[in-house]
């Protein structure tokens, strides 16, 4: 199992209605609206790298109102 942290940018007043609608996706563990750089920040598993890639390149950028993706990959 890979464990990865995608930091979403998303336009303005759009964080909350994105969180909801990433939750929805299945190898989303955990997602919350943040204060800081970043407008929310997503915890991921999946089988493999490149199934995470498919979550943040994919499933979560393909959502309207996100600008932006930054995805850590969790080493431990």
């Known amino acids: 199992m890979v464990r990865a942290f995608v930091m979403v940018q998303t336009d303005s007043g759009e964080a909350d209605r994105v ?6 996706l299945a190898a989303v563990r955990e997602a919350h ?6 407008d929310a920040i997503v915890e991921t598993d999946a089988d493999a790298v490149y199934d995470l890639l498919d979550v943040s390149s994919t499933q979560i950028q393909a959502l309207s109102g996100v600008t932006d993706t930054t995805t850590y990959i969790a080493m431990d």
């Not at 969180?19 to 929805?24: C, K």
Request: avoid cysteine.
């Open 19 to 24: 969180v909801e609608a990433v939750r929805d």
């Open 33 to 38: 609206v943040v204060a800081g750089g970043y």
